[in-house]
Structures are given as C-alpha cells and as structure tokens.
C-alpha cells in the first residue's frame, strides 16, 4: 500500500516538474514555430519556381537546378545550415554577426525544402493527363490560364499527401537548428539538461514536437477533405 | 449547300520517321456530316489531331473558311516546313470548330456547369449570365438539366460524353470533330451519345466524326471516308461505301460488321 503510494506521489511530482520545464521551453517553442512557419512560408512557392526549372525546356536550366536538387536531397541538412551560416566567412571573408544565426537558419532550411517540395510539385504536375491540357487548348486557353485553371488545382489535391509528409519531418526537422545555437526548444532543452543533469527537459520537448504535430497533422487532414469534393 | 469550311490539301504526317498521314486531302461544306472509318492505326486520329492542329503537321495545308491556319514554307536551305499563321488570326481560326475526346476529358475539379461555362466566360469574355443562359439550353437539349451542379466523378460515361459535347457547343464552333466518342462507353450508354450526335446532324451542325460505329456511321453521315495506311482510299456517301467494289474496304466493314 505504502510503496504504490510512493509511486503514485512519484509520477505526480515528476508530472508537475515537466509542467515546469515546458513553462520553461515555451519561449523556445515559439522560435521553433517561426522556423517552421518562415520556412513553409518561403519553401513552398520557391519549391514551384524550382520545379519550373526542373521542367524547363532550355537544357541548361534543367541541368543546374537538377543538380541543385540533387545535392540539397544528398547531403545533410545539419551540413547546409553550417555551410549557409560559415560560409560568407569563407567565400566572401565576411564576418556575419550572431544576429545572422536566424536568418542563416530560414535560409537553409528554405532552399533545402524547396528542393522537396519542388520534386513533390514536378511528380504532381506530370501526373496530370495529357488530355487535361489538350481539351484546355482546344477549348482556347491560354497557358497561364491552363496552368492555373486546369492544372494547378488539381496538382494541389495530388501533392497534399507527400506535402504534409515533409511538413511533419520539418517539425522535427527545426531541432537542427542547434547546430548554430539558434535558441529555439531544442537546443533550449539540451542546455536545461546538461546544467540540470537531468532528461526530462529533453522529455518535455518531445511532448512539445508530439502536440505540434499532431495539430499539424489534424490541419492537413482538414485540407484534404477540403480537396475531396472531387476525384 | 453552303460554304467551304474546311480545306485540307495534302497533309502529311510521320512520327520519328514513320509516315503516318502520307497525303491526305479532304474538303468540308458548311452543315456536311463526314464519318471517318478504317482499320486500327490507320491515321484517323492523327487526322482529326493534325486538323485541330493538337499536332503539328509536317507537310501541307490547313484552311477554315478560307483562312490559312498552316501552310508550306520553303527554308532557305531548301527544306520544306509548315509554318502557323500570326498568334491573332489563329486565335480566330481556332473558334471555328471543337473537338470531343475519346475519353472526354472533363475538367474534374469543376461542377458540370463550370465546365461548360468556363471557356466560354474566360476565353470569350462573354458574360457569365449569357454563358449559363446558353448552359441550361445545351443541358436541356442533352437531358442533363438536373446535373448541372455534379461533379464528373458523379456521372455515367455517358453522362460525361454528353458534357463534352455541350462543353464543345458552348462555344458556338461551326466545326465539330469526334474522335470515337462512345468507344470509352458500355453499348447502353453509347446509345445515348450516339443519339445526341444524331439530333446535332438534324440541326445542320457540321461534324466530322471518327468512328466504329458502323450502323451509325450510315445512318448519320452524308459522306463516309475509309481510311487505310496514311491514305483516304475511298470516299462517298453511305450507300457508295456500303456497296463499295473495293476488297478492302467489303472487308473492313464484314469484319466490324461481324
Ligand atoms: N504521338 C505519337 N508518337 C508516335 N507514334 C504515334 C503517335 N501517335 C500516333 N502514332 C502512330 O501513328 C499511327 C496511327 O495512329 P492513329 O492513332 O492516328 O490511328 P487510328 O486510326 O486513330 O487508330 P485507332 O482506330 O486504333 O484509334 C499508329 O501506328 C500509331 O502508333
Ligand atoms: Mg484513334
């Protein structure tokens, strides 16, 4: 009786030291939104652009942002964001203050996720039968028309499964910010648990990654039932 | 009857050196109904993709009403090529006639009105009311009042057939050409585009029309042409064609026939 009541007083102190240490992460949280937010925000249409290039028609073009995507998808994103952060150092011998460590990070991860994002676009565009464009152009369209009319919409509806697949691998993604330091909850977390020697703030985090995207997931869905009024 | 609308003149056409379409000439009259018949792989498709320029011929004319849409040229190296007239006079051309898909080719993200008004609205910047007013009489006519605020995905093959085609008449083509519109559809269904086709022919619409059909093929057209291995073989009205002496074509048509 006694030891389950130990127990029991056990989970509810560890309980409320959790709740204290999210108190704590909760500031953080809110660079990791950021992060997240800024990085949607410029991937995304960057992502389009870039599959553009990937579909052009002049050889060159094709080849660069092949290679581009190639090497964004092949190398570690950790690695891109302390080439983008250390870099203007080593090119240009430009010293970048400690106010660049945020920007460096939305640079990174923008590029990078636009990379994905592009290819998701590419496969979403090239799944659209060749008949849709034909009846677009018998019917007098113009290619802006066709494209944003007939085509665009429907890629959306396609692309709305793999898309919210990254959007979930970048919520866990932004931890990666800690390789420059960026205060977000991560590296907030880690710092807690070295001078505390303790985990749970670590553990804290992850509640915080987990509600994150459940909430991210539970948008998405609504998206795609949005979408759905058609097949 | 009236006047010239279409002038094909020795049109050719090959895919990576293969010769597909090897000289095709083919005149149409205003409120002419031409059925096009012949073995698979014949070119009939390529025809009616060349005439609604889909596809870019390699070799001859094309003319609507009178108006050159692509002619020979002749390259300074000597080469001949087929050059497409200015972007504002094919704009023109291209309102003359419509095209109806083997497999329809609906829009799937947009209602059946939407549909049928859109090009309408967006390309001929005619109203969006006079657009509907001219919706809902198609629909009437094609008995699909009650679909207007459907989705493809929610109807019948040939439902979406009779879509096409009202999405097609929207625009007030004086041409329209069928590239084998009830081949994608179960014999029940094909019933009812078939139908729809004939009471078009009924209005004087001018139609060109790709077909397996053979029984309609007689019924609706006033000239059928046979096609076979890039060439019109033969060409007449259906009494002429069913009656025809030529081996081939007997043969074809026994062998759809059967
Ligand atoms: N885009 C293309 N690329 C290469 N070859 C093609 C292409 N389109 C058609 N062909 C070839 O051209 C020939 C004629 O094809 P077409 O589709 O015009 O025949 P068809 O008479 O319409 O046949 P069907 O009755 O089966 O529809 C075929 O041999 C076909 O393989
Ligand atoms: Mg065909």
Redesign the pocket.
């Known amino acids: 009786m006694d030891t389950i009541w130990n127990i029991l007083l056990d989970i509810y102190s560890m309980v409320l030291d959790l709740g204290a240490v999210m108190a704590q992460l909760a500031e953080s949280f809110l660079v990791t939104v950021q992060i997240f937010v800024l990085t949607l925000v410029f991937s995304m249409p960057l992502g389009l652009i870039v599959a553009f290039g990937r579909m052009s028609k002049n050889r060159i073009i094709r080849a660069i942002v092949k290679a581009y995507i190639s090497v964004m998808r092949g190398t570690p994103l950790m690695l891109q964001i302390l080439v983008v952060y250390f870099g203007p150092f080593y090119v240009f011998r430009i010293r970048m203050g400690n106010g660049f460590r945020f920007p460096a990070v939305i640079i990174a991860f923008a590029i990078n996720y636009a990379a994905y994002f592009a290819e998701i676009y590419r496969a979403g565009i090239e799944s659209i039968p060749a008949g849709q464009y034909e009846a677009a152009q018998i019917l007098g369209y113009n290619k802006v028309q066709t494209f944003f009319k007939i085509i665009l919409p429907q890629v959306f509806k396609r692309v709305l499964p793999p898309v919210t697949n990254e959007t979930i691998t970048l919520v866990k993604d932004t931890s990666l910010a800690f390789t420059i330091s960026v205060a977000e909850m991560f590296t907030k977390a880690k710092q807690i648990a070295a001078a505390e020697a303790n985990i749970l703030p670590l553990m804290a985090a992850g509640v915080f990654y987990y509600i994150f995207n459940l909430v991210v997931a539970w948008v998405m869905e609504r998206l795609e039932k949005k979408f759905s009024y058609y097949r | 009857m009236g006047s010239r609308l279409l002038e094909i003149n020795h049109m050719k056409k090959g ?2 050196g ?1 010769g ?1 379409l090897e000289d095709i000439s083919l005149t149409v009259e205003e409120g002419e109904v031409v059925s096009i018949i ?10 009616l993709r060349c005439a609604t320029m889909l596809e870019q011929m390699d070799g001859g004319e094309l003319i609507y009403q009178g108006q050159r849409a692509v002619w020979e040229k002749t390259d300074k190296k000597g080469d001949v090529k087929c050059v497409l007239a200015p972007k504002d006079q094919m704009k023109q051309i291209k309102r003359t006639f419509g095209l109806v898909f083997q497999n329809f080719n609906l829009f799937p993200h947009y209602t059946v009105m939407k549909n049928i008004i859109d090009a309408p609205v967006s390309v001929d910047k005619i109203s969006r009311k006079e657009a509907e007013e001219r919706a809902w009489k198609l629909l009437r006519q094609l008995g699909l009042e009650d679909k207007a605020e459907a989705y493809p995905f929610q109807l019948s093959g040939g439902q979406q057939q009779r879509v096409s085609i009202a999405r097609a008449l929207a625009l007030q083509p004086k041409i329209l050409f069928f590239d ?1 519109p009830t081949s994608a559809l179960d014999p029940e269904l094909t019933v009812e585009v078939l139908k729809v086709i004939k009471e078009l022919a009924k209005e004087k619409m001018t139609m060109i029309i ?1 077909t ?1 059909e053979m029984q309609f093929a007689r019924e609706v057209s006033d000239r059928i042409i046979f ?1 076979e291995q890039g060439l019109i073989q033969e060409q007449g009205t259906p009494e002429e064609i069913f009656t025809s002496s030529n081996t081939r074509v007997r043969e074809f048509i026994g062998k759809m026939n059967a």
Do not use: I, R
């Open positions: 895919f990576d293969k597909v012949g073995p698979s792989g014949s070119g009939k498709s390529t025809l084998e790709v397996h096609m």
